[in-house]
């Protein structure tokens, strides 16, 4: 039963909270107050104030990740949102069963673990024994068997591909179930009055799924600046750093040179960006409600 | 470590990083128990008994042999010293070389973790943790035990770290079991098909070689980038198979960190000689895309005809009777070149070794891992001991036997080289980096080993 204070109804939720507090609050604080130190991972931390924040933003490895992770958007956001919308319209327009079995193939990969699909990738990528190469050479197309994750023009793009098949499914049926939350007189209107496919979609279809569009953009924004299990599992940031993401960039310099201070100021950049771009998105795009 | 180079480097250099990852057992008393009133008997007459102090006692062991045949070998030596110490229990947990580095450090800050644990000689490793007192000295045991005569000081000197942080002198942290060494394999059927019926001696036959190979359409070297270690180890091997013994010094002072430049016109040679076999098509096509595993699958299988890594490929390249092992050839005029090896992680006593008779058993414990008992089972099971092997007692590989020629070889001429990576924390990276930008054009082998001696000269002015 709830009770008129709040302290009353604590206890309902303090077994979760302390969970939360325990697994997420502690860490996140504990970041941020590692981003002020200087911390090997044993012996006490030593406070450097903002030293890792003024090294970080003269640190020409960070930029580079930085500017792999935008690049990563086009592969995480752009692509699969596109695919995703052009795909959920088609497949919506088919035969129910047809439908079904569609959108079963295209969701699957999001069912995988990413992590899962990396090692796969890399497998397929694989110049020699995988069967992307083995296909062009026996089509004739020798020339274009390239050494996919090794090649500096080719790795970001070809991790990127990964995450755009991986996210397309996923935006489908998102906004396949946003096509079906859309009036359908508005489509016999817009049928009664000649109105083109190109128009219905433009003037109809788009507009009404701006609060699926939105949603979209908020977690594909997300798991991309997030993006760090697919390049660890397919390239572990190479050749060179071609493919280096923030995230890590983060993990190798707290895990592998026990550089926990500056790699605590790493992630909380990258919280500030998430937090930054998703509250572009919410600014630019309309809520539920206001497209009630 | 057997399977890596245990630099200091991020990603295992030729295992996968994706196969047993921990897994404890326990073997002793525990193991011996029995079920029924057999044990009940048993266990009530054990306990009436007074008990010595090395009888109650448990050693936790962390070690990196997660391959499952050094897996076996280490378990049926765990077993041979618990025979040989009745009531001791040992609680073992094997870690892949990435999980063991990764959680050994923090563990140890936390006041938990073993008592026993293979550790990385670097900079990372076993420098910061003796620093922290998390590792105890050795030396005790090893003038107890005698185990400067059962390996070069040259050897022991990879465990040894200064008070004030100097790697290579001061009190000996650990002691390793097995060593390693980056030599050129070859196989011999792949080389008389091509009309070649001997080896390469020299730097310039290894040319002429190539050449040779590159006409009759077979693939000169074998090699995968993908992870960047095949092409450090090429690096290296090449660049110290130009350094003779006698002038061996120099590179000492540099991974020592006692200082000196990277930017030699050995080092700008050899990062050239790499990049012209690069460019010059000598290397497998596509080899950016694979990784050494990979690559050493395909040389087994008869693909290519040399292939530049370390003796932790052994036990798989048993598998082609035509492929043997040697030293890299050095150029003409250089006597006793340097080969690039080592030791590999090293057995240490930590500071969870509270009490002296914990301490002792851990030293009795380090002393079977590097006995000739325990050497002739990793020999037989095709792993290259550390220590001499008395070879007459055991039947080893053939190829086993070419590395042991070899290793034998260098130890006598004091011509055992290093992994340049233990230069600094970031030096495996960096390498790794340039290298593969070196291989892909990108930079000049000016512009390489000036990167290298940056990242250098930037942790020596470091305070440490």
């Known amino acids: 039963m709830l009770h008129t204070n709040t302290f009353g109804n604590l ?24 981003g002020f130190t200087e911390w090997g991972g044993i012996g006490m931390p030593k406070f450097v104030g903002f030293a890792n924040y003024v090294a970080l933003f003269s640190d020409p490895m960070f930029f580079k990740a930085l500017r792999n992770t935008a690049v990563l958007m086009v592969f995480y956001v752009a692509l699969p949102l596109c695919i995703g919308l052009a795909l959920a319209v088609a497949i919506s ?36 024994f995988g069967p992307l190469n083995q296909v062009l050479r026996a089509v004739g197309l020798g020339a274009l068997a390239l050494p996919w994750l090794g090649d500096f023009n080719f790795a970001l793009p070809a991790v990127g591909m990964v995450a755009t098949w991986y996210y397309l499914g996923f ?4 906004f396949m179930a946003g096509l079906q939350r859309i009036d359908a007189s508005l489509f016999e209107a817009a049928a009664l009055e000649g109105a083109s496919g190109r128009q219905t979609f433009r003037y109809i279809t788009l507009p009404s799924l701006l609060p699926e569009i939105r949603i979209v953009l908020l977690l594909t924004v997300i798991a991309s600046i997030k993006s760090y299990d697919l390049v660890f599992t397919m390239t572990r940031g190479g050749p060179a750093n071609e493919t280096l993401v923030a995230n890590l960039y983060m993990y190798q310099l707290g895990f592998e040179l026990n550089r926990y201070g500056y790699a605590s100021a790493v992630a909380v950049i990258g919280a500030i960006f998430i937090l930054v771009v998703n509250g572009i998105v919410h600014r630019v795009l309309p809520t539920d409600g206001d497209n009630a | 470590m057997a399977q890596d180079h245990k630099s200091n480097q991020p990603g295992k250099a030729n295992k996968g990083e994706y196969e047993v990852t921990d897994m404890t057992m326990k073997f002793g008393f525990q193991r011996a128990k029995k079920r029924g009133a057999g044990s009940l008997m048993a266990a009530a007459l054990f306990l009436a008994l007074p008990l010595s102090p090395a009888l109650a006692q448990t050693l936790t062991t962390w070690d990196d042999y997660t391959a499952p045949l050094q897996t076996e070998v280490i378990t049926k030596l765990n077993e ?49 943790m003796a620093k922290q007192k998390q590792l105890l000295p050795v030396d005790e045991y090893i003038a107890k035990y005698g185990w400067d005569k059962l390996q070069s000081d040259g050897l022991l000197a990879r465990d040894r770290w200064s008070d004030k942080g100097e790697f290579g002198v001061g009190a000996t942290y650990g002691i390793s079991t097995l060593g390693e060494m980056v030599g050129l394999y070859y196989n011999a059927k792949v080389l008389k098909d091509a009309g070649i019926d001997n080896p390469p001696a020299t730097l310039e036959e290894l040319a002429q070689d190539i050449a040779t190979l590159k ?106 009777p035509d492929i043997h092992f040697m030293g890299v050839p050095g150029g003409s005029g250089v006597k006793d070149s340097l080969v690039v090896g080592g030791v590999d992680l090293a057995w240490t006593i930590t500071a969870n070794a509270k009490d002296k008779a914990t301490q002792d058993l851990a030293g009795e414990y380090l002393n079977y891992m ?32 070419d590395a042991l020629a070899v290793w034998n070889t260098a130890n006598a001429a004091n011509s055992l080289g290093h992994y340049p990576d233990w230069a600094s924390p970031t030096m495996y990276k960096t390498m790794t980096d340039n290298l593969a930008i070196l291989l892909a054009g990108g930079e000049t082998p000016e512009a390489f080993v000036a990167a290298i001696d940056q990242d250098y000269q930037a942790y020596m002015a470091a305070p440490k």
């Open chain 2, 80 to 128: 041979k010293f618990l025979a040989d110490h009745p009531g001791v229990t040992i609680e073992r947990t094997g870690r892949s070389y990435d999980d063991l580095i990764l959680t050994l450090k923090l563990t140890l800050a936390s006041g938990e973790g073993p008592i026993i644990s293979k550790a990385n000689q670097g900079a990372q490793e076993m420098g910061a």
């Open chain 1, 93 to 128: 327009n088919i035969r129910p069963g047809e439908r079904m079995a569609l959108r079963m193939l295209y969701f699957m990969p999001y069912v995988m673990p990413s992590a899962v699909l990396g090692i796969i990738w890399r497998w397929l990528y694989n110049p020699i």
């Open chain 1, 11 to 34: 206890k309902y939720v303090l077994p979760a909270l302390l969970v939360y507090t325990a697994f997420v609050l502690l860490p996140i604080m504990a970041s941020i107050v590692l």
């Open chain 1, 171 to 174: 935006c489908m049926a998102i």
């Open chain 2, 215 to 320: 006409a009759k359409g077979t693939v000169p070297f074998m090699i995968g980038t993908a992870k960047g270690n095949m092409s450090l180890h090429m690096f290296a091997a090449v660049s110290q198979a130009t350094i003779g013994a006698a002038d061996r010094q120099a590179y000492d002072d540099l991974v020592y960190g006692h200082g000196g430049s990277w930017n030699t016109a050995t080092n700008v040679a050899a990062a050239k000689q790499v990049q012209d076999w690069a460019a010059g098509g000598d290397f497998l096509d596509g080899y950016q895309g694979i990784a050494e595993d990979d690559a050493v699958q395909l040389f087994v299988s008869g693909k290519g005809a040399f292939l530049i890594s370390g003796t932790w490929h052994l036990g798989e390249m048993t598998g082609n």
């Open chain 2, 370 to 401: 590097v006995s000739d008992e325990a050497a002739a089972a990793w020999a037989t099971a095709g792993y290259l001991p550390a220590a001499a092997l008395k070879a007459d007692t055991v039947k080893v590989p053939a190829l086993l036997g």
